[in-house]
């Protein structure tokens, strides 16, 4: 069996699939997407309430599912190595999801559950929602208003065959569970075929790394990793399962919510804020965003600088006080780089004990020329080991907190909430600002926390 020591230190180069050594059995039942990302194009989430009323007949779905389709961590690299080798496209993607009151309706006794403060109180949880900033429950969606049970989660690079494959699974559900909700989720990129946002930035370029090949292509594009280091030990994602069937039987917390982008408003405020500061609208959008739209960071540049591969190996010891990339931009918001170090009594480990695996998708249009108001936005999930020291602590202590990292900075401009009052550099580098309040156009519109078991553990549901 795999040691605590080997969760919390990652070898050097990471875990490599294709030579799994002691990893094989972690591997093998683990699911996927948590170590790193699916990669397909097409997703379908669908939320299910079980019927109590045949619970062997629930049981015997999952099984069968799992057996199925639930794809591990193993597998997950097999094929995306096969894809690389031969073009052999990957067979459908899955994930299986289980909420705590999903858990108890499959007839778990408390010992059984996994236990996460707010896995177990649930996102609807009035003390959480609060220090989250989120909408009042009957604000949200109708779906994310009822109690969710499992999630499953489908994922392919064919539009089509998934679609069916989902109303496949939405038939046999309909005797033993009440399909709440469906979410379908795609990859938006730009012409150059890099992942983005509807906002029109690339997202998902610093994500804490745990396998080999995403380590090595990382360390190549940045030289080194000299002034960041991406990557991450096991226990930053990855908890004991307690229904695990073998040693090495491990899952993670996911963190699901539905965020609605405003594009047109946000195009427009980034707009008055430009000139309101009498600088260039890219550069406004950059002072949001802590990037430009291309990736390039803005505490390294005062102007796009079109990078092939978005820089991540930068921090912010060049600027100590903000004046190229201020204190509330999003990305040094939620990843401060050292930042809380300098300003508080935390040490780098436990500042870098707060990163989570975000493996988010957009949803609503995708014609990038239509600027939507509603409808649109970002189905955004993440993993992590522990929710309060992870997501919540960098929603509700980091981006929503007007005083992280120093007073008076702000909330974060993209997902803080409340939205408030921030300083803008008005000249990029200078430290002459000016306050501006960027209100919030992004929108929560519901979410759940999950826990993704081990694939023994689904295999034998008891
Ligand atoms: C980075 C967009 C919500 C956490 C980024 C980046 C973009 C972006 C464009 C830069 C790309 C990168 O460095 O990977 C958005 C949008 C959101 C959203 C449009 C909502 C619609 C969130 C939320 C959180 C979050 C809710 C967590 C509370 C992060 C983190 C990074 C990041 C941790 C990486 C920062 C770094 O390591 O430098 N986001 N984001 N984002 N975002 Fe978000």
Not at 16 to 44: E, F
């Amino acid at each position: 069996a795999l040691t605590e020591q080997d969760f919390k230190n990652l070898p050097e180069t990471g875990i490599d699939p294709d030579n799994s050594g002691k990893y094989q059995a972690l591997l093998d039942d683990l699911q996927g997407n948590i170590l790193k990302g699916h990669g397909r194009d097409y997703t379908v989430d669908i939320f299910v309430q079980w019927k109590s009323d045949d619970i062997p007949a629930v049981k015997e779905w999952i099984i069968n599912f799992t057996k199925g389709y639930v794809t591990s961590a193993q597998l997950q690299a097999d094929e995306s190595r096969r894809y690389r080798d031969q073009k052999v496209s990957g067979s459908v993607f899955a994930n299986f999801y289980l909420t705590r009151i999903g858990y108890e309706t499959l007839g778990f006794e408390a010992f059984q559950i996994p236990k996460n403060q707010p896995f177990t109180m649930g996102m609807q949880y009035e003390g959480i929602r609060t220090s989250l900033g989120d909408p009042k429950v009957t604000d949200w969606e109708v779906g994310y208003q009822q109690k969710i049970h499992s999630l499953i989660a489908i994922a392919d690079d064919d539009q089509d065959s998934l679609l069916k494959f989902a109303n496949q699974i939405t038939q046999e559900l309909s005797k033993i569970a009440t399909v709440l909700h469906q979410e379908n989720g795609f990859i938006l990129r730009n012409k150059d075929g890099q992942v983005i946002e509807h906002f029109g930035f690339v997202d998902g370029i610093s994500q804490p790394l745990f396998i080999k090949r995403d380590i090595v292509k990382a360390q190549a594009s940045d030289r080194n990793f000299s002034k960041w280091d991406p990557r991450a030990p096991l226990d930053l994602v990855l908890v004991k399962d307690p229904n695990g069937q073998t040693e090495d039987s491990y899952g993670s917390y996911l963190v699901y919510r539905k965020l609605e982008q405003n594009v047109k408003a946000f195009r427009e405020d980034q707009q008055a804020l430009a000139q309101a500061l009498k600088i260039q609208n890219e550069l406004a959008g950059a002072y949001v965003m802590g990037r430009f739209p291309d990736g390039t960071p803005v505490t390294i540049s005062d102007v796009p600088m079109h990078p092939r591969n978005p820089p991540n190996n930068f921090n912010y010891d060049q600027d100590l006080t903000a004046t190229k990339c201020p204190f509330h931009a999003h990305i040094r918001k939620t990843n401060p780089r050292g930042d809380s170090v300098r300003n508080s009594n935390v040490n780098l480990e436990e500042e870098r004990g707060h990163r989570i695996a975000r493996r988010a998708v957009s949803y609503g249009e995708k014609d990038l020329t239509n600027a939507s108001t509603e409808g649109s936005g970002l189905l955004f999930l993440c993993f992590q080991a522990d929710i309060e020291n992870q997501f919540n602590f960098m929603q509700a202590r980091w981006s929503n907190a007007n005083n992280f990292v120093k007073v008076g900075v702000g909330p974060d401009p993209l997902i803080g909430s409340p939205q408030g009052t921030q300083h803008w550099p008005t000249e990029w580098s200078k430290s002459s600002t000016q306050d501006y309040n960027f209100k919030l156009w992004v929108k929560m519109k519901g979410g759940e926390y999950f826990f993704a078991p081990s694939i023994s553990s689904l295999k034998n549901l008891p």
